[in-house]
């Protein structure tokens, strides 16, 4: 499903250049739970914006269900994000003036859907995700696990085939954050694709599939196919 | 993107930040406010005028000696001459034209009005009896100058209400002897108490008949002929009459300037109108300093809310949704405010009118709808950049922010 060949990413650090990716290889199929681990700065986090299409690589040619998705206008990048992939987040990062049930349906919003068929579709994945009594309450109003919970309902919100989290424990004490490992390996199991940045050994350990970075480049892979 | 979601979405971000959308929209609001008081006192002083003029009659034509030339020196001066001086014979025969309904000669001065041991200094209309009507006087106590023939000289006269106190106090002037200049005037009348009419206060002055001011001031000639016309569509024509006779009367020269009210009032009317423009656009300054402020506050918005708009982008929102976004906050600021400024302008004209009965300050509808454009235009335009930097930043690294 997806399909990162020579990918680079350079950032120009004043006259300087840091390579946060070199040569990165990795092919990842639908439904698979992949954990990317490595200290900090080792590009594990350039790699997820890249294949969340928050950012562009150097080089390198990045297919998404088999298409050539790098040199795409951010227009239709922002399309794709909006249709493939969901996100979750360190920060959580809801918008704080809306209430939970609007923040889980700001995608469905975005991409035009009318209000009538917005209202089941939210309802259904606050039930699901267990904070339909939270649904009015503004982020403020919520504990850091129900947040986290708003913020994967919203990446669920259009069915994406992937979700990229990015240390999404790491604001969370210990409890609350394997109960949302818990919430993204449900998720796996009912064929969504799971891609978990964390710098915590315990965690990533649980993917069936992990995956070290080194230096911007892939250390190693449990899962890669031999070359 | 449906409108209804992006106007919902931009009330919630105006609704969210409930000061700062306050102050944005007072700075708005006072900005159309202004224009629309500023715009309505200079109206206000227009129809002012308008209806100072409107309340002498409006088919008034008054007649001066000498011919206002625009270009070249005194006239008559090449011919070493002085211009022709008006007579009361030149009023008499204007009596003749048919549109004409009254002729009003007009003589003025200054003289010492004396009764027992008071006196004052006053200013002396001669005039006829009709000059109560033309001039749209009244008479409070008595009766106003006799009609007759204009070159009799009457030794009667008619004074001013502030005139009256002064000299006689309580006591009621009828019938008691004045001393003008060098000779004695029974008052007959009184004027109503008036106050100003076009820069003559008509509770000072004295009037006389016309003959007699001449020979108190020794002067045969009159100050200006005040010719009031039957109907107001005859006032072009009458004119015409006016300065054919008295060119006749003149041996053939036009050494006179005929006026017609109507022209006066146009030149003031225009000179007012120029002053509601220049009122108001010196307040539209205040509108572009209202438009800047909002983009200078969109931008703010934009760096404070860069994690949002990363996340906007994240969750699948295009650049244009992102623009489209930060602009129809602004475009909503900009109506409201210009809406709430619209609205206080007309209570600021509406309290202008209640302290100053006499100035019909309405905003004119061209200026309101003026400053409501240009209020929406300029949060509109002042909008176009920060949307234009919000739509720009890279989600990773406005994510990156925490």
């Known amino acids: 499903m997806i399909r990162l060949e020579h990918i680079h990413r350079t950032f120009p650090v004043g006259e300087a250049e840091v390579q946060a990716l070199r040569d990165v290889n990795l092919d990842l199929q639908a439904g698979e739970y992949v954990s990317i681990m490595g200290p900090s700065g080792s590009g594990k986090s350039t790699l997820l914006n890249i294949i969340g299409l928050l950012d562009r690589p150097t080089g390198g040619v990045y297919r998404l269900d088999g298409q050539d998705v790098t040199g795409l206008s951010d227009r239709q990048q922002s399309q794709v994000r909006r249709e493939k992939v969901g996100f979750v987040f360190q920060f959580f990062h809801l918008v704080p003036r809306l209430s939970a049930a609007e923040n889980v349906e700001l995608p469905l919003v975005l991409a035009g859907i009318s209000p009538e068929e917005r209202a089941p579709l939210v309802g259904r994945l606050l039930e699901e995700f267990g904070i339909t009594g939270r649904a009015h309450h503004r982020p403020d109003q919520l504990s850091g696990g129900e947040r986290q919970r708003v913020a994967i309902a919203r990446a669920m919100v259009m069915r994406p085939a992937v979700v990229l989290a990015d240390e999404p424990t790491g604001n969370l004490d210990q409890t609350t954050g394997k109960e949302v490992i818990h919430l993204l390996e449900e998720l796996n199991g009912k064929g969504v694709a799971v891609l978990l940045v964390t710098h915590d050994p315990e965690l990533g350990g649980r993917a069936r599939r992990q995956v070290r970075m080194v230096d911007g480049r892939i250390h190693s892979d449990t899962g890669a196919k031999p070359a | ?402």
Not at chain 2, 13 to 23: E, F, I, N, P, V
Not at chain 2, 124 to 153: C, I, K, N, Y
Not at chain 2, 181 to 195: A, C, M
């Open chain 2, 1 to 402: 993107m449906r409108s209804a979601d992006v106007a919902a979405f931009a009330w919630r971000s105006l609704s969210g930040y409930r000061l700062r959308t306050l102050l944005m929209l007072a700075a708005m609001s006072m900005g159309v406010g202004s224009v629309v008081v500023l715009t309505s006192l200079g109206e206000g002083a227009r129809r002012y005028v308008r209806n100072k003029f409107n309340s002498l009659g409006s088919n008034l034509i008054a007649v001066f000696p000498g011919r206002a030339e625009t270009a070249g020196g005194v006239p008559g001066a090449l011919v070493g001459r002085t211009p022709r001086d008006l007579t009361l014979d030149d009023a008499i025969a204007l009596e003749r034209i048919r549109a004409v309904r009254r002729v009003a000669p007009l003589t003025v001065g200054s003289a010492e009005v004396a009764w027992e041991d008071r006196s004052r200094e006053v200013p002396v209309l001669g005039s006829t009896a009709e000059l109560l009507e033309v001039r749209h006087l009244a008479v409070a106590q008595g009766r106003f100058l006799p009609p007759g023939d204009p070159r009799q000289p009457v030794s009667v006269c008619v004074i001013g209400w502030k005139v009256r106190q002064e000299l006689f106090g309580t006591r009621s002037p009828l019938g008691e002897w004045v001393r003008i200049g060098d000779r004695r005037f029974r008052v007959i009348g009184v004027l109503e108490r008036q106050g100003q009419s076009l820069g003559l206060d008509i509770d000072e002055i004295v009037v006389l008949p016309v003959a007699s001011a001449q020979a108190v001031f020794n002067l045969p000639s009159l100050l200006r002929i005040l010719v009031e016309v039957r109907e107001r569509e005859d006032v072009k024509a009458a004119r015409l009459e006016v300065l054919r006779i008295l060119r006749d009367r003149h041996e053939g020269e036009e050494d006179i300037t005929v006026v017609t009210q109507d022209a006066v009032l146009a030149t003031f009317d225009r000179i007012l109108l120029a002053l509601t423009l220049a009122l108001g656009a010196i307040a539209s300054i205040s509108l572009a300093v209202a438009g800047i402020l909002i983009m200078n506050v969109m931008l703010i918005a934009v760096s404070q809310r860069t994690t949002e708009i990363g996340l906007l982008k994240a969750i699948g929102a295009s650049p244009e949704q992102i623009r489209l976004l930060f602009f129809a906050e602004a475009a909503v600021l900009s109506v409201l405010g210009a809406l709430v400024g619209a609205a206080l302008g007309e209570l600021g004209s509406f309290a202008i009118r209640q302290v100053y009965p006499e100035l019909p300050a309405f905003a004119p509808a061209w200026a309101v709808a003026a400053a409501l454009a240009t209020a929406v235009a300029t949060g509109i335009l002042f909008s176009l950049l920060p949307a234009r930097r919000a739509a720009r930043l890279q989600p990773a690294l406005a994510l990156a922010r925490r």
